[in-house]
């Protein structure tokens, strides 16, 4: 690898010291203006370490213009302070300091969407992690909280709207057509969590009356015009404010609640206290515009966010270490939301889907880390998936180790004890600890150790005991160098040979029905169940209880027998795809001996039985109907075969949608009878049901299945059915695919979301030009790299096209290196989010391996390359040994 002249540094967890300065307030006025804004920050500092005595005083700042900084009114003489790229150092400080600071920031020229930036006419800032520092200098770290006071003063026809956190205090008029807005949040809070917005917004409202009855004020601002698309976010907050009062006791602690949507954010939302900021393709939807994913999303999001005002804001991190502590857990809360809104079975499979598919090769791949990582280089390179759903699955193993009443008295302690405070992961482990209800020492494993475990079992029976045995293996898994066994619930039961459930006898285990809870905690362990015969099927890891790899000894016969009675819907849905995946893989080997795949018969039965079974809700019966995914399919190979796997899957399809072909147009045909609209979980099952159906239609390539599709995409009334009509289309050569592809781009025009979904139809396809497709998209005039949201509609869809990107041309990795260095220049959030494509680094061939070597080193020898990209790239270079 090409030595750069400066490596970035890395911070180290073992490092953290205290902050050697408590701020006790903060007074900012800004006077704004998108090309040259004043920030005046009047902050006063206190020493409260003693150990730092004579120490200098190190303030975050970066990319900002110092105009001047006083302590008690007397600028500081030159001498006494530096000024670096990272922050600015007083030299031999007093120990109090009153501190006036003037800054001058260029928002419109922020194209990193970190600190305070224009967008859409906008002005809004993104603070976390480290956005702050590019406002003001400032002690940027989440373990300093302090109360926050903001005077706003702007042009009053630009920024007719004026926020921040807290309450409006004051507002006036001032000469020259400016005005101003005084804001005050109460609460104690780090700087990660401040927010200003200014701008001309359209704003709906709405109230809600809490469990203690105080009347809480509701506000959406948004573009105006886009008002009638804010109704679904404003439902969605209601209900997760009920639902964190009834669920975990949790109310909303302000008198005014507001959430603001932008076009140009780097991620999905913020939590800031009191102002939510997020991307508007987290809030706006409507039918026409919107497909039920986007529905489903908002409503997750706007909880999500909402839920972190506790779990985040009124007890926040330390460090950003323990980023999952508030992730982790909030993304465990609004789980547990969406499950109680809709089908808690069918919420839980999606989660497991979600994971298995994304969270699952990350922690396989060159930049797997655990929950609490030891080091970064980047802390915006660690909001990954291993932290939030890894994260979200260790909390929910706290739930099914202790139960769910005493898994709720830790929570309310835990929301006693640390209330205002910044806090670690152990500090959160404890909370659970203290209630004694189990040994949680062991499952500290789970925050320091990376890799997904994989457990093998095997099942034996004891004649003399009359016992059935699990055994039960932790192999270490291939990505973890430490071999530390995990404490884990294992979650089991048993089916009888006429699909009923058994009851067992088992010391040691919590038992929930016919379901029982071990504790798993050693290298090789042995558990012994009396009252179940010989001829069980054991159903294992029920609900997901445990976020691992299994492998058990399970014949065909068992896993359609698990599919047929298990009481458990997600273990139904799991032996489906195993049965899946073996199938797959026989077909892999299949071809690459040679020989053509044949259909399997048992499938065939299994696959009738689901079609045809007349109790399953729709979008449970969708599930057991879709494939596991290609990216999972990878996950379970060493070396990845791209072109086999998806062969396989395609002919699969297609067999199926060939076999199946009678029936499943009847059942689409009946689906597509029902044109009224509704958006309700049932109706959003039908109609996922009917696109799953499509699928396999267009799979068997059937001509008629064309005008189906064709027919969905003309006649649609929603956007739901327009968008699976128009990405099923992309994938068959054929005079419709281009004809939709247009009609769709002339009715859409001019508006951005959508047009993200076009962009998406069209890298997403696997016919073999889409990445010429996509490297001409680059140029297409709807087609803006300054807005996030395209190129992950563009790129990051493209990337997660496996066959595409990964083609052994290696044209996509050229592509995307070009585009990384590109991006990277202005936005080092987006170009390292890219970088995403090259983490299968390690598991592919020896040729793709030389081609993506040589465009990662290209990419890694760009002397102006940002620290975020340089983080990943360089794991992933060093991940596999060079060829
Ligand atoms: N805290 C935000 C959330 O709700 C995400 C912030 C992402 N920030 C970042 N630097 N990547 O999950
Ligand atoms: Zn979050």
Same mark, same amino acid.
């Given at each position: 690898?090409?030595?750069?002249?400066?490596?970035?540094?890395?911070?180290?967890?073992?490092?953290?010291?205290?902050?050697?300065?408590?701020?006790?307030?903060?007074? *900012?006025?800004?006077?704004?203006?998108?090309?040259?804004?004043?920030?005046?920050?009047?902050?006063? !500092?206190?020493?409260?370490?003693?150990?730092?005595?004579?120490?200098?005083?190190?303030?975050?700042?970066?990319?900002?213009?110092?105009?001047?900084?006083?302590?008690?009114?007397?600028?500081?003489?030159? =001498?006494?302070?530096?000024?670096?790229?990272?922050?600015?150092?007083?030299?031999?400080?007093?120990?109090?300091?009153?501190?006036?600071?003037?800054?001058?920031?260029?928002?419109?020229?922020?194209?990193?969407?970190?600190?305070?930036?224009?967008?859409?006419?906008?002005?809004?800032?993104?603070?976390?992690?480290?956005?702050?520092?590019?406002?003001?200098?400032?002690?940027?770290?989440?373990?300093?909280?302090?109360?926050?006071?903001?005077?706003?003063?702007?042009?009053?026809?630009?920024?007719?709207?004026?926020?921040?956190?807290?309450?409006?205090?004051?507002?006036?008029?001032?000469?020259?057509?400016?005005?101003?807005?005084?804001?005050?949040?109460?609460?104690?809070?780090?700087?990660?969590?401040?927010?200003?917005?200014?701008?001309?917004?359209?704003?709906?409202?709405?109230?809600?009356?809490?469990?203690?009855? $105080?009347?809480?004020?509701?506000?959406?601002?948004?573009?105006?015009?886009?008002?009638?698309?804010?109704?679904?976010?404003?439902?969605? !907050?209601?209900?997760?404010?009920?639902?964190?009062?009834?669920?975990?006791?949790?109310?909303?602690?302000?008198?005014?609640?507001?959430?603001?949507?932008?076009?140009?954010?780097?991620?999905?939302?913020?939590?800031?206290?009191?102002?939510?900021?997020?991307?508007? %393709? #987290?809030?706006?939807?409507?039918?026409?515009?919107?497909?039920?994913?986007?529905?489903?999303?908002?409503?997750?999001?706007?909880?999500?966010?909402?839920?972190?005002?506790?779990?985040?804001?009124?007890?926040?991190?330390?460090?950003?270490?323990?980023?999952?502590?508030?992730?982790?857990?909030?993304?465990? $809360?609004?789980?547990?939301?969406?499950?109680?809104?809709?089908?808690?079975?069918?919420?839980?499979?999606?989660?497991?889907?979600? *994971?298995?598919?994304?969270?699952?090769?990350?922690?396989?791949?060159?930049?797997?880390?655990?929950?609490?990582?030891?080091?970064?280089?980047?802390?915006?390179?660690?909001?990954?998936?291993?932290?939030?759903?890894?994260?979200?699955?260790?909390?929910?193993?706290?739930?099914?180790?202790? =139960?769910?009443?005493?898994?709720?008295?830790?929570?309310?302690?835990?929301?006693?004890?640390?209330?205002?405070?910044?806090?670690?992961?152990?500090?959160?482990?404890?909370?659970?600890?203290?209630?004694? #209800?189990?040994?949680?020492?062991?499952?500290?494993?789970?925050?320091?150790?990376?890799?997904?475990?994989?457990?093998?079992?095997?099942?034996?029976?004891?004649?003399?005991?009359?016992?059935?045995?699990?055994?039960?293996?932790?192999?270490?898994?291939?990505?973890?160098?430490?071999?530390?066994?995990?404490?884990?619930?294992?979650?089991?039961?048993?089916?009888?040979?006429?699909?009923?459930?058994?009851?067992?006898?088992?010391?040691?285990?919590?038992?929930?029905?016919?379901?029982? @809870? !071990?504790?798993?905690?050693?290298?090789?362990?042995?558990?012994?169940?009396?009252?179940?015969?010989?001829?069980?099927?054991?159903?294992?890891?029920?609900?997901?209880?445990?976020?691992?790899?299994?492998?058990?000894?399970?014949?065909?016969?068992?896993?359609?027998?698990?599919?047929?009675?298990?009481?458990?819907?997600?273990?139904?849905?799991?032996?489906? &795809?195993?049965?899946?995946?073996?199938?797959?893989?026989?077909?892999?080997?299949?071809?690459?001996?040679?020989?053509?795949?044949?259909?399997?018969?048992?499938?065939?039965?299994?696959?009738?039985?689901?079609?045809?079974?007349?109790?399953?809700?729709?979008?449970?019966?969708?599930?057991?109907?879709?494939?596991?995914?290609?990216?999972?399919?990878?996950?379970?190979?060493?070396?990845?075969?791209?072109?086999?796997?998806?062969?396989?899957?395609?002919?699969?399809?297609?067999?199926?949608?060939?076999?199946?072909?009678?029936?499943?147009?009847?059942?689409?045909?009946?689906?597509?009878?029902?044109?009224?609209?509704?958006?309700?979980?049932?109706?959003?099952?039908?109609?996922?049901?009917?696109?799953?159906?499509?699928?396999?239609?267009?799979?068997? $390539?059937?001509?008629?299945?064309?005008?189906?599709?064709?027919? &969905?995409?003309?006649? #649609?009334?929603?956007?739901?059915?327009?968008?699976?009509?128009?990405?099923?289309?992309?994938?068959?050569?054929?005079?419709?695919?281009?004809?939709?592809?247009?009609?769709?781009?002339?009715?859409?025009? =001019?508006?951005?979301?959508?047009?993200?979904?076009?962009?998406?139809?069209?890298?997403?396809?696997?016919?073999?030009?889409?990445?010429?497709?996509?490297?001409? *998209?680059? %140029?297409?005039?709807?087609?803006?790299?300054?807005?996030?949201?395209?190129?992950?509609?563009?790129?990051?869809?493209?990337? &997660?096209? !496996?066959?595409?990107?990964?083609?052994?041309?290696?044209?996509?990795?050229?592509?995307?290196?070009?585009?990384?260095?590109?991006?990277?220049?202005?936005?080092?959030?987006?170009?390292?989010?890219?970088?995403?494509?090259?983490? *299968?680094? /390690?598991?592919?061939?020896?040729?793709?391996?030389?081609?993506?070597?040589?465009?990662?080193? $290209? @990419?890694?020898?760009?002397?102006?390359? /940002?620290?975020?990209?340089?983080?990943?790239?360089?794991?992933?270079?060093?991940?596999?040994?060079?060829?």
């Amino acid at each position: 690898m090409p030595v750069k002249n400066s490596t970035p540094k890395e911070t180290y967890l073992k490092d953290y010291k205290p902050a050697p300065y408590t701020v006790d307030s903060i007074f *900012l006025t800004f006077d704004l203006d998108p090309e040259n804004t004043t920030a005046t920050s009047q902050l006063s !500092l206190r020493r409260s370490q003693k150990e730092q005595d004579g120490h200098p005083l190190f303030l975050n700042g970066e990319d900002i213009e110092l105009f001047s900084i006083k302590n008690n009114g007397t600028v500081l003489p030159k =001498g006494t302070y530096k000024i670096e790229k990272e922050g600015l150092t007083i030299f031999e400080p007093p120990e109090v300091l009153n501190l006036e600071i003037k800054t001058g920031l260029k928002p419109s020229k922020n194209t990193r969407l970190s600190g305070l930036y224009e967008t859409g006419g906008i002005l809004c800032t993104q603070n976390e992690a480290e956005g702050f520092r590019r406002i003001t200098f400032f002690p940027d770290r989440p373990d300093v909280m302090t109360k926050f006071t903001t005077k706003i003063i702007a042009s009053k026809d630009k920024y007719p709207i004026l926020l921040s956190n807290g309450n409006l205090i004051e507002e006036s008029d001032l000469p020259n057509g400016k005005h101003y807005a005084v804001w005050e949040d109460p609460f104690l809070k780090p700087c990660y969590l401040y927010a200003l917005v200014a701008g001309n917004l359209g704003l709906i409202k709405s109230t809600f009356k809490t469990q203690s009855n $105080r009347t809480i004020e509701l506000r959406i601002y948004c573009d105006k015009g886009s008002e009638d698309k804010c109704q679904h976010a404003m439902n969605s !907050l209601k209900k997760a404010m009920r639902w964190d009062e009834e669920k975990f006791g949790r109310e909303y602690d302000l008198d005014l609640f507001m959430i603001v949507a932008v076009s140009a954010f780097n991620f999905g939302a913020m939590e800031n206290k009191g102002l939510n900021i997020f991307n508007s %393709n #987290a809030i706006l939807v409507d039918p026409e515009t919107a497909t039920d994913d986007n529905f489903m999303r908002v409503e997750k999001v706007v909880a999500h966010e909402y839920f972190h005002n506790w779990t985040g804001n009124r007890i926040t991190l330390r460090d950003w270490f323990q980023l999952t502590l508030k992730e982790g857990l909030t993304v465990y $809360r609004d789980q547990e939301f969406t499950a109680d809104m809709h089908y808690r079975g069918i919420a839980r499979i999606e989660d497991v889907f979600y *994971l298995r598919k994304n969270q699952f090769p990350e922690d396989a791949g060159p930049t797997s880390h655990p929950i609490k990582p030891a080091s970064y280089i980047q802390i915006d390179n660690f909001y990954t998936t291993t932290i939030y759903y890894k994260g979200a699955e260790v909390v929910r193993m706290i739930e099914s180790l202790l =139960g769910k009443e005493d898994f709720k008295k830790g929570m309310e302690k835990y929301f006693l004890d640390y209330d205002g405070k910044a806090i670690t992961t152990e500090d959160f482990v404890k909370s659970f600890d203290k209630i004694g #209800a189990a040994d949680l020492k062991a499952f500290s494993k789970w925050y320091t150790q990376a890799g997904t475990p994989e457990i093998s079992l095997r099942f034996d029976y004891d004649d003399n005991e009359e016992e059935f045995i699990l055994e039960i293996d932790q192999i270490a898994s291939s990505s973890s160098k430490e071999k530390e066994p995990f404490l884990f619930p294992l979650a089991v039961g048993f089916i009888d040979i006429s699909g009923k459930p058994l009851r067992a006898k088992i010391a040691n285990a919590r038992e929930v029905g016919t379901t029982y @809870i !071990l504790t798993v905690s050693k290298k090789r362990e042995r558990f012994a169940f009396k009252n179940i015969p010989k001829t069980a099927v054991p159903s294992l890891n029920r609900g997901f209880s445990a976020p691992i790899k299994i492998t058990a000894p399970y014949e065909k016969e068992d896993l359609l027998h698990i599919m047929e009675y298990d009481e458990d819907s997600f273990t139904r849905w799991d032996a489906s &795809q195993e049965l899946y995946k073996r199938i797959l893989f026989e077909m892999v080997k299949d071809l690459k001996d040679g020989r053509k795949p044949l259909p399997d018969l048992e499938l065939y039965e299994a696959f009738n039985s689901i079609l045809t079974e007349e109790n399953l809700e729709s979008g449970y019966k969708a599930c057991l109907l879709t494939l596991p995914t290609e990216s999972e399919m990878a996950d379970a190979q060493e070396i990845i075969d791209f072109e086999a796997n998806h062969i396989a899957r395609e002919l699969l399809k297609e067999s199926l949608g060939l076999w199946f072909f009678e029936p499943m147009l009847k059942m689409y045909k009946a689906l597509a009878r029902k044109k009224e609209y509704v958006i309700d979980t049932e109706s959003m099952g039908l109609r996922k049901l009917k696109s799953t159906l499509l699928g396999y239609l267009m799979a068997s $390539r059937k001509p008629d299945a064309i005008r189906l599709c064709y027919e &969905q995409f003309r006649t #649609a009334n929603n956007m739901t059915d327009q968008f699976s009509a128009l990405t099923l289309l992309q994938n068959s050569f054929c005079p419709e695919r281009k004809e939709v592809l247009d009609s769709f781009y002339n009715q859409w025009k =001019g508006n951005g979301l959508v047009l993200c979904k076009w962009f998406m139809a069209q890298s997403q396809s696997t016919l073999k030009d889409t990445q010429g497709l996509v490297e001409s *998209l680059l %140029n297409h005039p709807a087609y803006d790299d300054k807005i996030p949201n395209n190129v992950r509609a563009l790129l990051g869809t493209f990337i &997660q096209n !496996l066959p595409q990107f990964h083609h052994k041309s290696g044209s996509g990795y050229r592509l995307i290196a070009d585009q990384i260095l590109k991006i990277d220049k202005f936005n080092p959030h987006v170009s390292s989010g890219l970088v995403q494509g090259f983490k *299968l680094y /390690s598991k592919v061939d020896p040729l793709r391996k030389a081609m993506m070597q040589k465009e990662m080193e $290209r @990419i890694i020898s760009d002397d102006n390359l /940002s620290p975020n990209v340089y983080e990943l790239v360089s794991k992933c270079l060093n991940s596999a040994p060079k060829s």
